[in-house]
């Protein structure tokens, strides 16, 4: 567990606030699971590695997100994804903030549209 001091936190909280729901497109329909088999395989599709924690359910909940892409060029991606109905837990909230102050790219994501995008996007 990240310690940091009240002063070292408030600027943690100011600079990392995460909009979850900014950049977000219409969600596709269906559960969770049926678009993060649709990542997984356009991943597998490509012989692109990609790693999915099955034994979540053990760990602690929130602290594991739903994918780690590995991506050319040593990009790595993770996504939380949700369904159209789908609701961010505050654990998972925090665990993406800390991910994004650690300088790693962290996407929530409701559709493979938007899965795509990210994924194809030479942006580092």
Known sequence: MTRWTPEQYADYMAKHTVDLKSGMMQ????????L???????????????VHDRSRKKNRPGQILDLYCFLPEGR???FEFKSAAGVTRDKQKETIRQLLYLGHRVHKCNSFRHFLELVESKKT
Do not use: C, N, T, Y
């Not at 969600?27 to 049926?34: L, M, N, Q, V």
């Open 27 to 34: 969600a596709d329909s269906g559960p969770e699971s049926k």
């Open 36 to 50: 993060q088999g649709k990542a997984q395989k356009w991943m597998d599709d490509r012989g692109l590695p990609w």
């Open 76 to 78: 790595v991606e993770i």
